[in-house]
């Protein structure tokens, strides 16, 4: 009754949301910072007769000012319910089942699971030298778990050597110095499609809301996958109402970048290893003897959740989501109480 590589299937864990609201929560990357007003003026005004309809099954409003925004044309872009959910339709569009999905290694564990779900194979790579054999490359860039940033010049040379489709999940681009919109709305780009999402620096991530842009012949495809109304209107209205207060979000990400830099220089004074993080989260290995799993639980134990990756490849740090000042503060007095 259960298909065969579904039986076998390893779901992907997502981080704990845990349902008490007294807790430190660093452990999925949300933004401490609340949503621009608008979107809130949004809600509160939302006519519900709008809700006894469908909603605009290409999001003509929400797509023409993300085209705006991003220096390109309706025709590229693709708004899905969550980028999580772009990514599903991406592999659903561009494998055939006898090709594989590819992406660096570590990184953002879904994709490894989305290829499962899909029945190809899966291939990590360490680094961009060489371009694998596979019909899709996930490349998040700057990386997760590890926050590693590559430049765009390094994204564009991979791009150009790959033979399939790469989505450069631009997740985590907002708190980066660069990043590479500019591949995607290139007239030459034929392979590249730039993802973004609203769960990260437009705070949004209850939401469910993210986008790619790209070639129109890639976008059209995907059109051609997705559920009918696959983004609802409430979401449509509020996603729209967010891009609209740039400077909202930007103050927000600012904010978050100047707790990034001192969070990681007060780890670093007490021994810990901080991979210089372009993202809104750390990825940092404690000082030996201690262990990242014994001190994610001696956290968690605080109420304080952060991420551990268990394996070879991240078993050896943990994941910490920058939070507001107040709230890294708590954490740093948690670990000393170990
Ligand atoms: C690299 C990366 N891509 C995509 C996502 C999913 O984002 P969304 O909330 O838009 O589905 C995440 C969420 O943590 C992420 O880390």
């Known amino acids: 009754m259960i298909a065969r590589h579904v039986r076998k299937l390893e779901a992907y864990v997502p981080g704990e949301q845990p349902r008490a609201r007294n807790v430190v929560k660093l452990n999925t990357n949300e933004n401490p910072y609340p949503p621009s007003p608008s979107c809130a003026a949004v809600l509160k005004s939302f006519d519900l007769d709008r809700l006894r309809r469908y909603p605009d099954p290409v999001f003509s409003d929400l797509r023409a000012t993300l085209a705006k925004l991003n220096g390109t044309s309706p025709e590229n872009v693709f708004v899905g319910n969550g980028s999580d959910e772009v990514l599903s339709i991406a592999a659903k569009t561009f494998v055939e089942d006898d090709e594989a999905i590819a992406s660096l290694d570590p990184s953002y ?20 030298k060489a371009a694998p054999k596979a019909a ?32 450069v999940d631009e997740a985590y ?21 730039v993802m973004r999402t609203f769960s990260k ?4 991530a209850g939401l469910r809301v993210g986008y790619c842009v790209g070639p129109k012949p890639l976008i059209d495809a995907m059109y051609k996958v997705k559920d009918s ?3 609802d209107a409430v979401a449509q209205a509020v996603a729209l109402a967010a891009v609209k207060d740039q400077k909202w979000m930007r103050g927000n990400v600012a904010k978050v970048v100047r707790t990034r830099a001192s969070f990681a ?7 810990w290893n901080v991979i210089p993080s372009e993202s809104n989260f750390v990825f940092a290995r404690p000082p030996a003897p201690a262990k990242a799993a014994d001190v994610f639980a001696h956290l968690r134990s605080q109420n304080v959740f952060v991420r551990y990756f268990p394996g070879p490849k991240t078993g050896d740090r943990l994941r910490i989501t920058i939070g507001t000042d107040g709230q890294m503060k708590k954490l740093l007095t948690a670990l000393k109480k170990s």
């Open 265 to 271: 220089m007060e780890l670093e004074k007490r021994g």
């Open 173 to 193: 681009a907002d708190f980066a110095r660069a990043n590479c919109m500019a591949l995607a709305a290139a007239k030459a780009n034929r392979n590249v499609l």
């Open 229 to 231: 109304y696959n983004v």
């Open 201 to 204: 620096s437009y705070s949004l």
């Open 109 to 128: 564990s879904l994709y490894k699971t989305l290829a499962a779900i899909r029945d190809v194979k899966w291939v990590g790579v360490p680094n961009l």
């Open 136 to 167: 899709l490359f996930l490349l998040t860039n700057p990386n997760a778990p590890t926050g590693e940033f590559r430049e765009p010049e390094e994204v564009a040379a991979f791009a150009k050597k790959f033979r399939g489709v790469v989505i």
